[in-house]
Every structure is written in C-alpha cells, then in structure tokens.
C-alpha cells in the first residue's frame, strides 16, 4: 500500500479550505453557548451564535484526504519541492482578500 502524500494533503486542504470558505460550505456548525453540532444548515433555535470554522476545516479535510491517498509522495514532493510554500501563502491571501469586507471603515 503506498504511502500517503503529506505534500499532496498539505497543498489539496489549503485549495479546499478557500474553496469552501468562499462558498460558505461548512461540513456542519458548532453552537458554543449550548455545546452543540448542527449538521445541516436549517436555522436552529440557539442561544448565541454558531462557529463554521470547524466545519470549513472538516470540509476541507475530507477534500484533502482522498487526494493525499491517490497522490505518490516522491512525484508530487520531486515536482513542487520548492513551490510548496507558495500555495499556503495564496491560500492566506485569498481568505484575507475574502475577509476584507470586515475591515473596511465605517461608509
């Protein structure tokens, strides 16, 4: 059995991380006041506010898993050995590009 790729998983999760924060696709919400999980997205009576930060990293990880187990390790790692880092670092970008509505000042 090969061996997962740690360079695929890191490069597919950080693709599927901005993919399902910019389509607002959380796996499920978390409820912090009550201590609860929705697993779909219907309105729930709650005291407070729900937390998809949770739900966008399962989503993205359940993107990335099958992509590390199906990718070979040498291959993808040989390939893009010293363009690794450049895929986090548009990934940062692209949610603080997302993110910029909330730090705009007052209209």
């Known amino acids: 059995m ?6 695929a998983f890191s ?4 693709c599927g991380y901005v ?3 910019a389509l607002d696709l959380p796996l499920f919400l978390y409820y912090p006041m ?15 506010p729900s937390m ?6 399962a989503s993205a990880c359940l ?12 291959r993808v790692f040989a390939a893009l050995r010293n363009l690794l880092w450049t895929v986090p670092v548009a990934a940062l ?7 910029r509505v909330f730090f705009q000042g007052p209209a």
């Not at 090969?2 to 360079?7: D, E, F, G």
């Open 19 to 21: 993919a399902a924060f």
């Open 11 to 14: 490069l597919a999760y950080c």
């Open 2 to 7: 090969p061996r997962p790729s740690a360079a």
């Open 52 to 57: 998809a930060w949770y739900g966008l990293m």
């Open 63 to 74: 993107f990335a898993l099958p992509v590390a187990l199906v990718a070979p390790e040498r």
């Open 34 to 48: 009550e201590g609860r999980f929705a697993w779909n997205w219907a309105p729930f009576d709650s005291v407070g």
């Open 93 to 99: 970008l692209c949610c603080a590009y997302l993110l």
